[in-house]
């Protein structure tokens, strides 16, 4: 069973800052892609931010400039930086990865980010 155990989340304030966590196991951190989904109340689910093994990210247009996701090799984590955070960023936010088939295969279970106005 593979777990990714996810953090960070929370209520803060338009203009705010949050940063998410994401920790996997080792086997599967070394040999998979790791990303950041989210998903709005009444809306499709929708890929935040990716990041593969060697470090290459992609992100969103509507989160570029804001959000920076990075990770730790040593600690089989990832780290999502989310700044000038607005009230359209809420959601729930899932920790994923993606194996060599390309597809996203394992999931956390979400973490709530909330950005009031």
């Known amino acids: 069973q593979v777990q990714l155990v996810e953090s960070g989340g929370g209520l803060v304030q338009a203009g705010g800052s949050l940063t998410l966590s994401c920790a996997a196991s080792?086997?599967?951190?070394?040999?998979?892609?790791m990303g950041w989904y989210r998903q709005a109340p009444g809306k499709q689910r929708e890929l935040v931010a990716a990041?593969?093994?060697?470090?290459?990210?992609n992100y969103a247009d509507s989160v570029k400039g804001r959000f920076t996701l990075s990770r730790d090799n040593a600690k089989n984590t990832v780290y999502q930086q989310m700044n000038s955070l607005k009230p359209e960023d809420t959601a729930v936010y899932y920790c994923?990865?993606?194996?060599?088939?390309?597809?996203?295969?394992?999931w956390g279970q979400g973490t709530q980010v909330t950005v009031s106005s």
């Open positions: 994923a990865t993606r194996g060599g088939s390309g597809r996203w295969d394992y």
């Open positions: 080792k086997t599967i951190f070394s040999s998979h892609a």
């Open positions: 990041i593969t093994r060697g470090g290459d990210t």
